[in-house]
């Protein structure tokens, strides 16, 4: 029953597919990587900066 009920959710739903950096994987390589290391990852916004 439950099955069926998600089905019909998402049967009439508008599915978003959102292209963006996950916060909690960030916060994850963050804890990771420790103190006193250079980020691996960068923003969008660096990433012009960084290409002019």
């Known amino acids: ?3 069926a ?10 599915i978003l ?3 963006v950096e996950s916060f909690r ?3 994850a390589l ?3 990587r420790g103190p ?3 980020p691996i990852h ?3 916004r660096e990433f012009e ?3 002019d």
């Open 1 to 3: 029953m439950t099955l």
């Open 5 to 14: 009920a998600v089905d019909r959710l998402v049967h009439h739903a508008t």
């Open 17 to 19: 597919e959102m292209n």
């Open 25 to 27: 994987r960030k916060a």
């Open 30 to 32: 963050d804890r990771k």
């Open 36 to 38: 006193g290391r250079k």
């Open 42 to 44: 960068t923003t969008p």
């Open 49 to 51: 900066t960084a290409a």
